[in-house]
Each structure stands twice: as C-alpha cells, then as structure tokens.
T-cell receptor, first 112, second 111 residues
C-alpha cells in the first residue's frame, strides 16, 4: 500500500468552483507539504505544515488555502479556481531530523 | 535569489551510452542537495542526498557527485528502464526542510 495517498488523482473543474485536494499518509511523519508542478518550472511550494497547529505559506500561496485535520491528513483548497491553476499537485511528507521528503502520486487538476 | 538550474533539459541516449546530468546552484551555505527520479504520471521518488563537496553516492547505474557549485548525476550503461525525469533540489539555508527544485532533465534511453 502507498505510504502517501492523494485524492482525487484527476479532476476537471470550471472557473470559479471551489476544489479540495486531499492527502493522507501512513508514514507517521509530522511534516507535510503541498507543491505545484508546471512544465518547465519545476516543483514550487504552496504551503507546508510542521505539525497539526503549524501552517506556513510557501512561495506561491495566493489563491490557495490548507487545513491540517490530523497528523496524517493535509488538505489543499482552491476557493475559486482559475485556469492558471491548472497543474499537477503533489503532497509530500518528512519527519523531524531528516531532510528527505516523500511524495504522493499527484493530482492532475484542469480548470476550464 | 536562490536558484537551481538543471541541464540539459532533455537527453536522448542509446542503451549502454553513459552520460551525465548537471545541477548547478547559487544557494549560499548549502545544507543538502537531493536527487529525485520522476516517472510520467507519478510523484518524485527519492534517490540521493549529498551534504558536502566531494561526497559521492551510488545506486545501481546511478552515481551522484557534489562540488561547491554543482552536482552531477552520472548514468553508467543506461537501460530503457532508466528513462525518467531526474529532479535536483537544494535545502534552503535557514528555512527548515524547505527545498528549492530545478526544472528537471528528461532522460530517454532507446534500446
């Protein structure tokens, strides 16, 4: 079974709709991250959380919000989706004392 | 501004034709350089972490090396299953465990 899961894996939506992407992990890690990947730009950090009560903005947080419901769950919301938010979204986890981040399988989001 | 640049953007190899990928960075006070492999439609898979100049790590046909300004990922006698996008990332100093990623090098190995 995958250690980091993301739902949905694919989503097509329309401009102005609210969208939630979910991430769950069974690795027991305390740190969780949301990234966005666009062709030619690499992975960019949207938000990160070092524990349930800690939420931090990354380099491209505008238009996004997050919720850390439990140590194992971290959700990303697009309050009002726009076409330039069409991208691959990845969740990642890591644990205190190590640098390695482990990634989920990704969600392909298309905003029409 | 911290920057990670990978080259080339794409690399086409014949099976068995060894080559190297480059990752150059402008971060001051590097606190870790990471290599990941990403297959189409999947999340990045961790390969290596390097911390200091001169350090080397190997895994099967892959070998990563680090200097003060760049890292190389050497692919020795590649096979078609080595086809993937290889991502480089650096740990940003004074920002705990945040990584800055390059755009990646897409490697295609033909049989």
């Amino acid at each position: 079974d995958a250690d980091v899961t993301q739902t949905p894996r694919n989503r097509i939506t329309k401009t102005g709709k609210r969208i939630m992407l979910e991430c769950s992990q069974t690795k027991g890690h305390d740190r969780m991250y949301w990234y966005r990947q666009d062709p030619g730009l690499g992975l960019r950090l949207i938000y990160y959380s070092f524990d349930v009560k800690d939420i931090n903005k990354g380099e491209i947080s505008d238009g996004y919000s997050v919720s850390r419901q439990a140590q194992a769950k971290f959700s990303l919301s697009l309050e009002s989706a726009i076409p330039n938010q069409t991208a691959l979204y990845f969740c990642a986890t890591s644990t205190l004392g190590t640098d390695t981040q482990y990634f989920g399988p990704g969600t392909r989001l298309t905003v029409l | 501004e911290d920057q990670v640049t990978q080259s080339p953007e794409a690399l086409r190899l014949q099976e068995g034709e060894s080559s190297s990928l480059n990752c150059s960075y402008t971060v001051s006070g590097l606190r870790g350089l990471f290599w990941y492999r990403q297959d189409p439609g999947k999340g990045p898979e961790f390969l290596f972490t390097l911390y200091s100049a001169g350090e080397e790590k190997e895994k099967e046909r892959l070998k990563a090396t680090l200097t003060k300004k760049e890292s190389f990922l050497h692919i020795t006698a590649p096979k078609p299953e080595d086809s993937a996008t290889y991502l480089c990332a650096v740990r940003i100093p004074f920002n705990d465990y945040k990584l800055s990623f390059g755009a990646g090098t897409t490697v295609t190995v033909r049989a």
